[in-house]
């Protein structure tokens, strides 16, 4: 099957199991360094052109890669990893998005869970979560990473927020293009990070972060990298990037299988948010 075959499958897939007749975002969710864009971009053109998709999307692009599948079918927004401790989409990414009026989604906002404050060295991780082979997750790198914490409890006191709460709201002071999403698979954490949306974090504020987060070194790589079944590695630089885990955020230090599931209220609650026709019985 060649890959406009393939990438059409897929959104055939989607489709069905959305139970819906058109996706509104279809991502690329990480780009195949042995796959020119063009063809990706040419293959989501045409499911736009059958109405099958309204908009197009990337994640984890670099800025050039962007542009060439820009050049082909327009693209409407590109997700990547972003936050107080992963800031490598800013020197070309960002301006890239910038310029070319493309939104910009940041997941794991909250650092898998570390800007949370509920992560220290002493925290232990079921034998299933990723964050066990994160090098970012290594005790001593922990240690290192924790005044990015620290700087963050100190603001949340200031505005009687939660760290995660100022760690959203410092992403959503950016720029009004920028949409982080964390994830969550509990109702009061949802609540919690809805309500970073009313921290105002003042020009004041934001240098305040700025001046001491700059002068912390980050410790750990992010992710292991990826290598695809051909052999092709991506970039370890700010290029093209695929890794083993890049999951959601948890505000929660522990990710047991059981509570990956999210709870009854906020399925009841997310259903509820659903057109009619595409809630869960």
């Known amino acids: 099957m060649c890959i406009r075959d393939s990438i059409k499958a897929v959104a055939e897939a989607a ?4 139970r819906t007749d058109v996706i509104d975002l279809f ?11 063009e063809d990706v971009a040419g293959a989501v053109k045409e499911l736009i052109q059958a109405g099958k998709v309204k908009h ?17 079918q327009p ?9 107080l401790w992963t800031r490598d989409p800013e020197p070309e990414v960002l ?12 997941f794991s906002p909250l650092g898998a869970g570390f800007l949370t404050g509920k992560i220290d060295t002493t925290t232990t991780f079921h034998s299933t979560d990723f964050r066990n082979i994160s090098p970012r997750f290594e ?28 760690a959203l709201a410092w992403l959503l002071a950016q720029k009004p293009w920028i949409v982080p999403i964390p994830g969550t698979t509990k109702l009061h954490r949802l609540v919690e990070n809805i309500g970073a949306a009313d921290v ?20 750990g790589a992010r992710c292991l990298l990826y290598t695809s079944p051909r052999g092709s590695t991506s970039d370890a630089s700010w290029g093209d990037h695929s890794c083993f885990a890049c999951a ?17 209220e906020t399925v009841e609650l997310l259903n509820s948010m659903r057109p009619s026709s595409q809630r869960h019985k």
């Open 95 to 106: 301006p890239a998005l910038e310029e070319l009026g493309i939104g910009f989604v940041p």
């Open 27 to 37: 991502y690329q969710h990480r780009v195949d360094p042995d796959v020119p864009i």
């Open 139 to 166: 005790p001593e790198a922990r240690q290192a990473n924790q005044p990015v914490v620290d700087c963050l409890c100190q603001i949340a006191e200031q505005k009687q927020a939660t760290p995660a709460q100022i």
């Open 15 to 18: 489709l069905r199991r959305l």
């Open 75 to 83: 693209v409407a927004a590109v997700q990547s990893e972003y936050s």
């Open 248 to 264: 959601p955020d948890g505000n929660r230090a522990d990710t047991r299988e059981k509570d990956r599931q999210p709870d009854a």
């Open 200 to 219: 105002v974090l003042t020009a004041d504020d934001l240098r305040q972060i700025e001046s001491i987060v700059s002068e912390i070194e980050v410790q």
């Open 56 to 72: 197009f999307g990337l994640s984890e692009a670099a800025a050039s890669t962007i542009r060439r599948a820009h050049a082909i």
